[in-house]
C-alpha cells in the first residue's frame, strides 16, 4: 500500500468543525442533578438519557467534543467478537437500545446495519469459530455458518483461500463523532448544558457520613459541600466524603451525582476524589484507504483471531485484519493494540502489519493506495470489562468508563443503564460485574466469561 501520514483522529476537519460548541466560554450552572464528565459516545448517551429522565444535566469536557477515543474510533457496534459473559450480555442490549431507543435518529450517525464476517482461514481456525458461534448462540446472538463458497457470495474481493466463516447479522456500525454530536444535540433540547474547553480539576466533598438518601447521592448525606481536589475525607464504613459536584477553571458545579466519563483519562479522573480505577491506555491504528467502488467491502470483515486479540492482556503489538467500507468509498483498516501509554507517535510495525493482514483478507488492496493513518487510545481495563455504576468508596460519584475498543458500541446501554440507576429503577441489566470497587478485592486480572 502507497504512502500514509498520521493524523490525530478517525475524521475529517468538517466534523471536526461541526462539533465545536459555541457556548464554551459562558457561565457553568451553578447546580446540577447530574455533571457529566466527557463529552464523548459514552458521556453523550448518559447525558441523553438522564435528561429524558427529567434529570438537571450539565457535560463538561476539556477538550473539545468527541475530543477523544471516540473520534479516533472505527464505530463499531458488534457482538460478534464478545466471548459468552457479562460483556456480551451487555453488547446485545447496547445494540438494541441502538436499533430500537435510538433508531428514529440513526440517520443523524450513519447508523449501518451492515452485518459482521468473520473469516477462519484453516480448518482449525474455522473449527474454533463454529465452538464460540455455538455458544454465543445459546446466549441470544444471531448468526449463521458460512461455507468457503458462500463467502465469496458475500464478499467477491475476500481471498479464495479462506476455509469458511461465520456472519453476524446483528453487527452494525456508526460514526462515533456525529453520534456524540447528536445525542448532546438531544441532550440540549432537554435542557443539558454542555461545556466543552472546561476542565475538572477538582469535586467538591461534603464532610460527613453515610445514610440512606435518594440514588442519585449514592446514599450519602451531611453537612453543607466544601471544595477538595484531592484525596476525600477520612473513610467512615469503608466509605470517603461524598462528592457533591465538580471544581473547573470556570467555577464549580453542585450535583448530588457526578459521571466519570473520561474514557481512557477516566482513571485520574477517579484519583482525583482518591479512589484508584486502573483504566489505562491501549494504543492502536487504523488506516484508510484512496476512495473505491460502492460495495467494494460489503461488510465489516475480520479474521477469526480478532477476538483473541481483543481478549489479550500482552502489552505488546497484537494485530488482527479489520476491513470495512464507508459511504465515501474509503476503506477502513484495523486492528492493533498494544500499551504505550499515551504515545502517538507512528509505529512502522503497526501500520506494516495492518497492510499485511488487509491484503491476506482482501488481496485487491495490495494495489490500492494508503491516505492516511491514524492513532487512537482505548481505555482498557485488566479484566476487560467496563467500569459502570456508583462508587461507593467515594459516594456521589459514579463511572461509566473502561470498554476499551467496544465503547461506541457499548455506549448507549451504559448511557441507559446510568440513567435508571441514577433515578432509583430497576437496571434492566445487573451491574454487579461492572462495579468500580471490583479492582479492590481482587480477582479483577483476567476477563470474565463463561
Not at 459521571?259 to 486502573?278: D, I, Q, R, S
Request: proline residues 8%.
Amino acid at each position: 500500500m502507497g504512502r500514509w501520514t498520521v493524523t490525530p483522529g478517525g475524521n475529517d476537519s468538517m466534523h471536526q468543525a461541526s462539533l465545536r460548541n459555541d457556548s464554551m466560554h459562558q457561565d457553568l450552572p451553578k447546580t446540577a442533578d447530574l455533571v457529566v464528565i466527557g463529552a464523548g459516545v459514552v458521556g453523550a448517551a448518559a447525558a441523553w438519557f438522564a435528561t429524558l429522565a427529567g434529570l438537571r444535566v450539565v457535560v463538561v469536557d476539556r477538550g473539545a467534543i468527541a475530543g477523544g477515543t471516540s473520534g479516533a474510533g472505527e464505530g463499531n457496534v458488534l457482538v460478534s467478537d464478545k466471548e459468552p459473559g457479562p460483556e456480551l450480555e451487555l453488547a446485545r442490549y447496547s445494540r438494541q437500545v441502538w436499533g430500537e431507543d435510538l433508531g428514529p435518529y440513526g440517520e443523524w450517525w450513519e447508523f449501518e446495519r451492515k452485518g459482521g464476517l468473520v473469516v477462519a482461514s484453516t480448518p482449525a481456525a474455522l473449527g474454533a469459530l463454529r465452538t464460540l458461534a455455538e455458544r454465543q448462540r445459546a446466549r441470544g446472538v444471531v448468526v449463521r455458518e458460512v461455507s468457503g463458497a458462500e463467502l465469496h457470495d458475500l464478499e467477491p474481493r475476500l481471498t479464495r483461500e479462506a476455509a469458511g466463516g461465520a456472519l453476524y447479522p446483528q453487527d452494525a456500525q456508526v460514526q462515533p463523532m456525529l453520534a456524540a454530536a447528536h445525542l448532546l444535540r438531544l441532550a440540549r433540547r432537554r435542557g443539558a448544558v454542555v461545556r466543552t474547553g472546561t476542565e475538572v480539576v477538582g469535586f467538591l466533598r461534603r464532610r460527613g457520613g453515610c445514610a440512606g438518601a435518594p440514588a442519585m447521592s449514592g446514599g450519602c448525606v451531611g453537612a453543607p459541600a466544601t471544595s477538595a481536589g484531592g484525596s476525600p475525607a477520612t473513610p467512615r464504613g469503608g466509605a470517603g466524603a461524598p462528592v457533591t459536584g465538580v471544581r473547573t477553571p470556570h467555577g464549580t458545579v453542585s450535583a448530588p451525582a457526578v459521571l466519570n466519563a473520561a474514557g481512557t483519562w477516566a482513571g485520574a479522573v477517579a484519583g482525583l476524589a482518591g479512589v484508584e480505577l486502573p483504566v489505562l491506555p491501549r494504543r492502536g491504528f487504523v488506516l484508510v484507504t484512496e476512495p473505491l467502488p460502492p460495495a467494494t467491502v460489503r461488510h465489516k470483515v475480520y479474521a477469526a483471531d480478532y477476538v483473541d486479540a481483543v481478549a489479550s492482556s500482552d502489552a505488546e503489538l497484537q494485530a488482527s485484519p479489520v476491513v470495512e467500507g464507508t459511504g465515501g468509498g474509503t476503506v477502513l483498516i484495523g486492528s492493533t493494540r498494544e500499551r504505550v501509554g499515551f504515545d502517538r507517535w507512528p509505529s512502522p510495525a503497526a501500520v506494516r502489519a495492518l497492510a499485511r493482514g488487509a491484503i491476506g483478507l482482501f488481496p485487491m488492496l495490495a494495489s490500492v493506495r494508503a491516505m492516511r493513518v491514524y492513532a487512537g487510545f482505548r481505555p482498557y481495563c485488566p479484566d476487560h470489562l467496563p467500569v459502570i455504576g456508583p462508587d461507593p468508596r467515594a459516594p456521589g460519584l459514579w463511572h461509566a468508563c473502561g470498554h476499551e475498543g467496544a465503547g461506541i458500541g457499548l455506549a448507549a446501554g451504559t448511557g441507559k443503564l446510568i440513567a435508571q440507576a441514577l433515578t432509583g429503577e430497576a437496571t434492566d441489566l445487573d451491574l454487579t460485574p461492572f462495579a468500580p470497587e471490583r479492582f479492590e478485592k481482587g480477582g479483577a486480572d483476567e476477563p470474565r466469561g463463561e
